[in-house]
Each structure stands twice: as C-alpha cells, then as structure tokens.
C-alpha cells in the first residue's frame, strides 16, 4: 500500500494549497452532516453522504484541471464537486430539490450531482453505470486529440458488476486517458467487502485489463493526492488508464434509511473515528508548523457560517415549477 508521508513541498503543493485542501475537506464533511441533519428535520427526503471519504474524493480530484477535464463522481462525492468548483449554495439547493439547482433543477435523486459548465456528468442511482459514462468521454478526448482526462469514482461494491469490467477492458484496449478510482469504504450497504471480491487489494484487477493499479491509503489526503496526480499525469501523456483503490471507511450509515447497527459493531466504526482523515491532516499541518489551533478553529467557523448561510438561501428558493416535471423526460413538440 502507497503510504506518502512527504515533505508539504514533496508533492509540489503549496502551502496555501494545502490549506485549501484541508478547507475543502471540512467543508465536504460539514454538508453532508447538514443534509443527514435537514432529512431528519423532514426537509430532504433521501440523505446519502460521505463523512468519513473526504481524502480520498478531495485528493483525488485536486490532481484534475477543472472544467477542462470530465469528472464522473458517484452519490458520496461531496468532496469531489467542491474542489472542481461546485459551491455549498449549490448543494444545498440539490439537497433540497430546489427549481435553480445546477444539477437537475429538482428533478433527480439527491446527490446526483452534475454541472456542464464545470463538466461534471450527471449520473444514475444504478451502480457502476459511470464508470462506462467515464469511458466513453475518455474515449471521446482521445478520438479528438484533446488533451482531457476523465476521472471516474465509484465504491467496492461496484467493483463487482459487469460495467465496471468491461469499462476497464475497453479503456485498456484503447489507451484511454481515464483514472478509476475506487472509494473503497469496505461495505455494499450491509455487504462487507470479504463477499464483493477474493482478493485482498482490487487494484490488482488492473493488471488484467493491461495498465496499473495502485492501492493508497484512502485516509491520507497527501497519499490520495500523490497517486492521482501521477495516474492524472500518465493520462495526459497518452499513456492510458490507471485505477486507483483508496482505502477508507464510511463512517454514517449507508443512507438515510439504513440502520448500520445491523451489519457492524459500533467497536469498528470507533476504530475508524480515530482514523478519521480531517484530524490527521489537521495533525499532519501542525506538526509542520502550516497550522495552528487558533486557524484550525477560525476554518471550522468559517465553514460553519458558509454552510448556514447556503442553507438560508437554498430553504427560501422556490420549488420548481409542477410544470416542468416531465422537461428533459419526453421528447417536446417543435415550438413548445
Ligand atoms: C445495479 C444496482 N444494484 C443495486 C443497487 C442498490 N444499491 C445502491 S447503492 C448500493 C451499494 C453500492 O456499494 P458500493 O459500490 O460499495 O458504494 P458505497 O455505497 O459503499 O459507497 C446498492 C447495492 C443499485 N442502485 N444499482
């Protein structure tokens, strides 16, 4: 397993970087407690978060160049879309189905996130059907000799059906500019990751498919990043595809209408509290001097009033139009 544990400067980060990083990380984290806290208030019909993922979706997707490359993000990748560009204000309005949220305008699940402008594609609740997406748009870059990488995410669950195979067979036989990366948080809803695969490390099925793969430590933000940007690197290089698995662990239930006292102990999920990937990077700063208490506590305010301040907002924008439930569904007669 790839543990970096570089200098700050190792990597090629800058100090601001990595404080926006962190910030992105908190912010991520502060969201999707408010979405599981604005479901239990009866305001959001369906909360699926990812506390407890935000190094591996903000390590990541900070190798990408926003708006120039494809991002295909799965329902836990808060982290994800705020480091491409998405706003608090943007997800809140998608928490809460609001008629000028980016996303759908109200008309998709929640956490389906998506946003042409920043090129973050719209996805489906049914599992692994991204990865193809991400294929495909790689497989579009490279036909028109742009110099795109599409990025894809998707937990160990989805490792197992037939779209995620056959995505990284095509993307290996075509040299695709694609990084896979696998949000490997150990459970399929109640499913451990011992009965989704047979091996100890998934990564090892890229070889099958003819390019590498690597497995991180998915709670090391410096890690994630460090392996994404060489695997982003490779990609813009015409070298192809490379997947990368990060090991993590959702620490909230599966969804909102999951109960995760049924399948594990809350000995685990204490286990991997103190993993928890925000403190080690906070840690990780201070010990190299790039952060201290006071700062540490000035961000978490910060985040705190963004993310209330972006849920005012999206609770006093309209609903969308009845009218506009079947926009996009069936085709529109000429001139309506
Ligand atoms: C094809 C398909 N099968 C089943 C489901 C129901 N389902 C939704 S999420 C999920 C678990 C996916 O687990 P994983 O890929 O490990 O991601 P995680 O939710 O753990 O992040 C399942 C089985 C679905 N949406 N699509």
């Known amino acids: 397993m790839v543990s970096v544990r570089e200098s700050p400067g190792g990597l090629g980060l800058t100090g601001d970087q990595l404080m926006d990083m962190l910030y992105k990380m908190m912010l991520a984290r502060a969201i999707g407690q408010r979405v599981r806290m604005l479901n239990r208030m009866g305001k959001v019909p369906f909360a699926v978060t990812g506390e407890g993922q935000e190094a591996a979706q903000v390590g990541t997707a900070y190798a990408l160049a926003p708006g120039k490359d494809w991002v295909v993000p799965y329902y836990r990748d808060i982290g994800v879309v705020l480091v491409i560009g998405q706003t608090p204000r943007d997800l809140l309005l998608e928490a809460l189905a609001r008629g000028e949220s980016v996303s759908s305008g109200g008309r998709n699940m929640p956490s389906h996130f998506s946003d042409p402008k920043l090129r973050i594609v719209s996805g489906a609740a049914v599992v692994a059907t991204q990865i193809?997406?991400?294929?495909?748009?790689?497989?579009?870059?490279?036909?028109?000799?742009?110099?795109?990488?599409?990025?894809?995410?998707?937990?160990?669950?989805?490792?197992?059906?037939?779209d995620c195979h056959e995505a990284m067979n095509f993307a290996g036989i075509h040299g695709l500019p694609v990084v896979f990366v696998c949000e490997h948080n150990q459970y399929a809803i109640s499913v451990p990751w011992t009965k989704q695969m047979a091996v100890e490390n998934v990564s090892v099925r890229a070889q099958g498919y003819g390019f590498p793969g690597v497995t991180v430590d998915g709670n090391d933000v410096?890690?994630?990043?460090?392996?994404?940007?060489?695997?982003?690197?490779?990609?813009?290089?015409?070298?192809?595809?490379?997947?990368?698995?990060?090991?993590?662990?959702?620490?909230?239930?599966?969804?909102?209408?999951?109960?995760?006292?049924?399948?594990?102990?809350?000995?685990?999920?204490?286990?991997?509290?103190?993993?928890d990937p925000i403190i080690r990077f906070q840690a990780y700063l201070q010990e190299h001097g790039l952060l201290d208490a006071k700062e540490r506590d000035d961000l978490a305010m910060k985040v705190a009033e963004e993310v209330d301040a972006a849920t005012e907002y999206a609770e006093n924008a309209p609903l969308p139009d009845p009218e506009s439930a079947l926009k996009h569904v069936f085709a529109e007669e000429k001139g309506r």
């Open 222 to 275: 410096l890690a994630v990043y460090g392996s994404a940007r060489e695997a982003v690197d490779r990609a813009r290089r015409g070298e192809g595809p490379t997947f990368i698995e990060a090991k993590t662990y959702r620490l909230v239930p599966h969804t909102s209408d999951d109960d995760d006292r049924r399948y594990r102990s809350r000995e685990e999920v204490e286990k991997w509290a103190k993993k």
């Open 132 to 162: 193809v997406h991400a294929v495909g748009t790689a497989f579009a870059s490279k036909l028109r000799g742009l110099d795109e990488v599409s990025m894809v995410w998707f937990g160990d669950g989805a490792t197992s059906e037939g």
